[in-house]
């Protein structure tokens, strides 16, 4: 099986910074895409940046230059550095790895618990 354990998260103020990591574990062969998702009270959840093992990445509008999404792929591990956060960043952000290969299973796509950001303004 493959967990995903998301940490980083926490209390920060307006205009401060965070950075979230997630570890994918398990009988992992590779990883296509890795990224970010939160979800706000009463909202969907929504993307919010993603990087493929290339290294493409792909953003949400609402976070362009402010978060940045990296990954290390020797350690299925992937960050959100979130810069200059508000109030309405304000979310449980979920971590997902997309067509994950897994021995013995093939592939899968894959979700974390998620950890609470909040922003005071």
């Known amino acids: 099986q493959v967990q995903l354990v998301e940490s980083g998260g926490g209390l920060v103020q307006s205009g401060g910074s965070l950075r979230l990591s997630c570890v994918a574990s398990?009988?992992?062969?590779?990883?296509?895409?890795m990224g970010w998702y939160r979800q706000a009270p009463g909202k969907q959840r929504e993307l919010v940046g993603t990087i493929t093992s290339g290294g493409s990445t792909n953003y949400a509008d609402s976070v362009k230059g402010r978060f940045t999404v990296s990954r290390d792929n020797a350690k299925n591990t992937v960050y959100l550095q979130m810069l200059s956060l508000k109030p309405e960043d304000t979310a449980v952000y979920y971590c997902?790895?997309?067509?994950?290969?897994?021995?013995?299973?093939?592939?899968?796509?894959?979700w974390g618990q998620g950890t609470q950001v909040t922003v005071s303004s």
């Open positions: 398990g009988s992992i062969f590779s990883i296509d895409a």
């Open positions: 997902n790895a997309d067509g994950v290969l897994v021995y013995g299973l093939g592939y899968g796509d894959y």
